[in-house]
């Protein structure tokens, strides 16, 4: 009967190093040197068993180790300066600086990875080109310009996306010609048969999405292409009014 010993892919020594001492809680401004350095050693160990490459900065870490826990087997040492005692440096503080500049920085690789996984499950509806032969002079127009209309609209988007309710964050998904062109012509030209003229700002007042509000504005453009609708503005700064045309 054969044993496999399975042996944990790191990134580098402190990615290792830091594995370590999360696993066992260690504090990292207390590190526990002798039992650090062994468990890191009997990696490094395995990784030689299994003849897997030893990395060079593996390597020098542990003599890192060796180096501070030799260090600290000596007795400590009191330097006096200007009559009054000090204890010299503790052979782990440059070890424990490194190693929290390795925590921020691995930190923040979670934070981006997770926003890149959250990114990867959104959906976007694709492009779609929309090619309009229309000039100011075909249009239906009276006392308005086709970039008057279209100054209105951007300013119904901004108003849309102010008042819009807060929503959570989350994946939404979203199918393919929910609303269209067509269904949009309708529904204005039935609002048509019911009055006489209706406002610009009634046909977009019950849109549940931006989407919607595009969508119901082309079928406005196309109407008025097609002469079926005109669309006026009695005075400057009043409210734009839609009425049917008569064929």
Do not use: W
């Amino acid at each position: 009967m054969s044993c496999r010993i399975k042996i944990q892919a790191f990134e580098g020594a402190f990615d290792l190093l830091f594995h370590l001492i999360e696993k066992n809680e260690i504090d990292i401004y207390d590190i526990p040197i002798n039992e650090i350095t062994e468990q890191y050693l009997h990696y490094l160990y395995q990784m030689e068993k299994l003849d897997l490459e030893v990395a060079s900065e593996f390597l020098v870490m542990a003599a890192t180790l060796i180096e501070i826990k030799s260090k600290m087997l000596l007795p400590k040492e009191v330097v006096k300066e200007d009559k009054v005692e000090a204890e010299t440096v503790d052979p782990r503080s440059e070890l424990v600086e490194r190693l929290l500049e390795y925590k921020r920085y691995k930190c923040m690789a979670e934070e981006l990875k997770q926003r890149e996984d959250h990114y990867n499950k959104l959906y976007f509806k694709q492009k779609e080109e929309i090619i309009m032969e229309t000039s100011e002079a075909d249009v239906a127009l009276e006392n308005l310009k086709l970039d008057d209309l279209v100054k209105v609209f951007e300013k119904l988007l901004l108003n849309y996306e102010k008042h819009k309710n807060d929503r959570p964050y989350n994946v939404r998904h979203i199918s393919r010609d929910t609303y269209t062109i067509e269904d949009k012509i309708t529904s204005i030209l039935t609002m048509l048969q019911h009055h006489k003229k209706i406002t610009f700002d009634s046909i977009f007042i019950l849109a549940k999405e931006k989407l919607e509000v595009v969508v119901t504005f082309l079928a406005l453009l196309e109407l008025i292409k097609g002469k079926k609708i005109k669309v006026m503005q009695e005075k400057s700064f009043e409210g734009i009014v839609i009425e049917g045309i008569s064929n």
